[in-house]
Each structure stands twice: as structure tokens, then as C-alpha cells.
T-cell receptor, first 117, second 113 residues
């Protein structure tokens, strides 16, 4: 079974600084997707960024970027120029794709990010 | 607004009772997923439906059941409720059966007293 581990229960960063959240996963598959979701106090799950395992290039979305190390099964999220609105719970997630047969997201335990003004 | 609608937003009930949570997927999406988020278990996948058919099953208790109707909305039925069933229940939808693009609803907060 696939597992996702986030080893940092809490992180804090100064506003305008950069922070990196860690995630490791375990799988025997070669083709899969990795995600970072943000859950603010409103509890809404918001997709931050997505990485396809067959793509070597790291995904980037504005201030958010990932460092995807497939051999090491590592998928970290870097937030640059941190803003107060970035304060939230961040979840790393894995999805194994097997076409129309259906699949599911496996989530890590989450990292609570605090942003200090 | 994500386009995925969940009702009710909040629900308080007693042990032993039965409740139904409803989800309308985003327009055009055929696949619906249910997740449970509790303090001690984190985010757990419960079940997935694709175009009316069950496609994947996770850690869903026998006391829980779900279905997807012809209009693609889905209902999650929770019966013989226990204190430990108190959680945030999320519905998510996607266009295909693959979970590569999942949009979440705002969740239904269930409190069992």
C-alpha cells in the first residue's frame, strides 16, 4: 500500500521569507501523481500544485514550487515570499493512476504552517 | 466557490442516529469521492463513484453506505452513529475516474453527541 509521510507537524516562517515543507512517499509504481493541498481555517481543501511522476521538470505555480526527487521518493514544497494568507495546513498527497478503473488520493498527516508578520 | 456543493454544512446529532450527507459534483464531472477528516485519523478515503457505479472502496465502515444517482449527485449515509464518527466529511469530484484532478467541496461537519 502507498504511504505518504510529512515529518514536520508544524513550521513557521517570517513574512516575505522562504519556507520548505517536506514529504516522502512509498510506492512500487512508476506512473503516479503527487499533490500539495492547502487547508486554511475555512477548512476548504485547495489544490496548490500538482506533479506528474513521468515529468522530470519540477512543477511551479507562482510563488509555489516543488522539488521532486523520484528516486528518493521525495516531494517537497517551497513557498517563496511568504504571505500571511499562506498560513494553513498543508497536505501532501499521492494518487496512483490506473485509468478508468478508478483510484484514490492518499494523504500525509499534514504540516501546519504559521506565518509571522 | 469550488463548484462542488455539500449539504448540510453542519450537523449535530446523537449516538445511534442516522444521517445523510449530500454532494453535488462540479458541472461536467462524472466521478465523486468521499473523504473523512478526523483529528486522530487524518484524511481517509471512503469511497468513489464514477457515473453511477462504485469504482473504489477505502476504509469505509459497514455502517456507512453511499450511492451516486443518475443526475450524478451522491449521498453518504451514516447509521448507528458513534462518538468517533464526529468528523469533517468531504466530497470531491473529477471529470474522469482518475484522481489526477480533484476538486473538493467545503465539507460537512458532523458532530455526534
Amino acid at each position: 500500500a502507498q504511504t505518504v509521510t510529512q515529518s514536520q507537524p508544524e513550521m513557521s516562517v517570517q513574512e516575505a521569507e522562504t519556507v520548505t515543507l517536506s514529504c516522502t512517499y512509498d510506492t512500487s509504481e512508476s506512473d503516479y501523481y503527487l499533490f500539495w493541498y492547502k487547508q486554511p481555517p475555512s477548512r476548504q481543501m485547495i489544490l496548490v500544485i500538482r506533479q506528474e511522476a513521468y515529468k522530470q521538470q519540477n512543477a511551479t505555480e507562482n510563488r509555489f514550487s516543488v522539488n521532486f526527487q523520484k528516486a528518493a521518493k521525495s516531494f517537497s514544497l517551497k513557498i517563496s515570499d511568504s504571505q500571511l494568507g499562506d498560513a494553513a495546513m498543508y497536505f501532501c498527497a499521492y494518487a496512483f493512476t490506473y485509468g478508468v478503473a478508478g483510484n484514490m488520493l492518499t494523504f500525509g498527516g499534514g504540516t501546519r504552517l504559521m506565518v509571522k508578520p | 466557490d469550488s463548484g462542488v456543493t455539500q449539504t448540510p454544512k453542519h450537523l449535530i446529532t446523537a449516538t445511534g442516529q442516522r444521517v445523510t450527507l449530500r454532494c453535488s459534483p462540479r458541472s461536467g464531472d462524472l466521478s465523486v469521492y468521499w473523504y473523512q477528516q478526523s483529528l486522530d485519523q487524518g484524511l481517509q478515503f471512503l469511497i468513489q463513484y464514477y457515473n453511477g457505479e462504485e469504482r473504489a472502496k477505502g476504509n469505509i465502515l459497514e455502517r456507512f453506505s453511499a450511492q451516486q444517482f443518475p443526475d450524478l449527485h451522491s449521498e453518504l449515509n451514516l447509521s448507528s452513529l458513534e462518538l468517533g464518527d464526529s468528523a469533517l466529511y468531504f466530497c470531491a469530484s473529477s471529470y474522469t475516474a482518475g484522481a489526477n484532478v480533484l476538486t473538493f467541496g467545503a465539507g460537512s461537519r458532523l458532530t455526534v453527541l
